[in-house]
């Protein structure tokens, strides 16, 4: 399902135009993009959380060239399920 997939949906159940549909899903996307730039949570109740994840620092090999290299410490976002979702999806068939 694409974005525009999703303001499709909700423009359809909820009677409200595409271009207001599409302006709100946008908002609450950059709302979210702009927490978790700052380091912070999102958590949506009965959905899942937001979260920003950081990964230490490793040492990998670039194969190509037989070296080492290290990796740095970096964070990165990432997507929790709320446990009721998780049953959901587990069980859709």
Do not use: W
Request: glycine share 4%.
């Amino acid at each position: 399902m694409t974005k525009a997939d999703i303001v499709n949906e909700i423009a359809k159940s909820t009677g409200v135009e595409k271009v207001q549909v599409q302006q709100i899903v946008e908002s609450f996307m950059d709302c979210i993009k702009d927490s978790l730039t700052e380091k912070n949570n999102v958590y949506l109740r009965g959905f899942g959380s937001f979260i920003v994840k950081t990964r230490a620092q490793k040492v990998a090999r670039n194969i190509s060239k037989n070296t080492t290299i290290t990796i740095p410490a970096h964070t990165i976002p990432a997507f929790k399920p709320s446990k009721s979702f998780a049953v959901k999806v587990k069980d859709a068939k």
